[in-house]
């Protein structure tokens, strides 16, 4: 729903904004406002949901974006269509908290099964989401109409959230051998592990602790009648920054910045292989833009599909993330290389095929190996800052694309085959030293 509504209104904005009188450079400053404002909340909103609990940063995050998206369709000048674009920038972030939720709720083995499945319903959405906007477009005042109906969208998943029922105490793991593991080093200590909507209670303990069933009491321990979400909510808003600049600067010192790096270099060298795409298809194959619109939802659609092939490919790596990253990574590369260097359609095509599946499987990958050498202690923070990361890119990849278009056509794509290998090298040397360090299930955070 979350991404339905979104995708109604990403189409119509620069038209819209343009509309308002807003020069090509203006338009362009403007619509880089929301990706400058993602960029320097991510990390905070993630590590926010991660001291006040999943709930009431989701339900902050989606009623505020109701507010922007409300605003966006009462914009008749530009300055109301940039005051509306704040509030989005700086808490669109539900499907990150979502995500970080769901690395709550899920054992470790069972965690790329649920992401991949996730993904795919968000792409299904995309999907949908510009065929609906683009026929209210056609009746008058149809970006208002669809500005209201995501906001509308956006208070009923609100509603959603407040109604439906909610863990209110334990996460539960299923993962045996982990939690064997853990009984282990925490008997003597009687390690307990208290979460309300994915923020946990006893931060003190860096190691991930035992699990016992709702409403228990690890032995020897007394416990007062306050519950987590009771303490997260009477929190001053001091304590609470602290909190989140805690974990953010544990995260910024933590050694992760191998797997930040990868993810930037990848993301770019995603974005440039979409980033003049239609223009490419036109000007190398004289391909109309009709036909590159039908290849561009043919990739679309068999990335949501391949979000139900994560599970599968997992077990058959038998859950091994950094070969499985690593394999995905070659795979992405070697398949822009093929596009940058295709001698007809049919070859864009086949590489079209394979790149949509690589790419879903890598980004589920990422993310994955981010929760595990840092913790779900932080998921949100983590998250978060993998959003961060993403958003540089986008703040990078159309200057660059740009540059590259320059030389050649095949500009974007080749530079982004550099930056692939370079991703590719760097896995290469830094995922023998995860296994002495980083793919240990103790908490870094």
């Known amino acids: 729903m979350d991404l339905f509504g979104v995708s109604m209104i990403i189409p119509l ?6 509309a308002l009188g807003a020069s090509p450079t203006v338009a362009g400053i403007v619509g880089s406002t929301y990706g400058i404002l993602q960029l320097f909340s991510s990390t905070v909103v993630g590590s926010w949901s991660d001291v006040v609990g999943r709930r009431y940063s989701l339900l902050t995050c989606l009623l505020l974006s109701a507010l922007g998206y409300g ?28 995500r970080a939720l769901l690395s709550d709720l899920v054992s470790e083995s069972e965690r790329p099964l649920v992401m991949g499945h996730f993904n795919a319903a968000s792409s299904v959405g995309f999907i ?12 008058e005042g149809g970006f208002y109409t669809s500005s ?5 969208i956006f208070l009923i998943n609100a509603g959603l959230v407040w109604m439906l029922p909610w863990s209110e105490t334990l996460v539960h793991r299923n993962d045996t051998n982990f939690r064997n593991d853990k009984n282990k080093h925490c008997h003597d200590n009687h390690c307990s592990k208290s979460v309300h909507n994915g923020s946990h209670a006893n931060r003190h303990h860096t190691m991930l602790a035992a699990d016992t069933e709702p409403g228990s009491r690890a032995p020897g321990k007394h416990h007062s009648g306050l519950r987590w979400r009771d303490v997260s909510l009477l929190q001053p808003a001091w304590r609470q920054l602290s909190s989140v600049g805690s974990k953010i600067h544990m995260v910024a010192s933590s050694d992760m910045w191998d797997l930040f790096l990868v993810r930037l270099l990848m993301a770019i060298a995603i974005m440039l292989y979409y980033s003049n795409f239609s223009l490419a298809m036109e000007e190398r194959f004289s391909l109309k833009p009709k036909m590159t619109g039908y290849l561009i939802s043919y990739s679309s659609t068999l990335g949501a599909l391949a979000g139900f092939l994560v599970g599968p490919v997992t077990q058959l790596y038998r859950n091994n993330m950094p070969a499985l990253l690593l394999h995905s990574t070659v795979l992405t590369c070697s398949l822009i290389f093929l596009y940058a260097a295709a001698p007809s359609v049919w070859q864009v095509l086949l590489t079209s095929t394979f ?37 540089v890119g986008r703040v990078l990849a159309p200057l660059l694309s740009g540059l590259a278009q320059e030389f050649s056509p095949c500009g974007p794509p080749s530079l982004g085959v550099v930056l692939a290998l370079a991703a590719v090298g760097l896995l290469l040397i830094r995922i023998p030293k995860w296994d002495g360090r980083g793919m240990t299930k103790t908490a870094i955070l």
């Open 128 to 139: 949908l989401g510009p065929v609906v906007g683009g026929y209210l477009t056609e009746h």
């Open 355 to 391: 790149f949509a599946i690589s790419t879903t499987i890598g980004r589920t990958c990422i993310t994955d190996l981010e929760l595990q050498r840092g913790g779900v202690q932080a998921s949100g923070t983590l998250i978060g800052a993998g959003q961060s990361v993403t958003a």
């Open 148 to 152: 209201f109906t995501c906001a509308a």
């Open 13 to 18: 904005l620069s038209h819209h904004v343009k």
């Open 71 to 98: 605003l966006l369709g009462m914009s008749t000048s530009i300055a109301l269509f940039v005051l509306a674009r704040i509030p989005v920038g700086l808490f669109k972030h539900s499907l990150s908290i979502c």
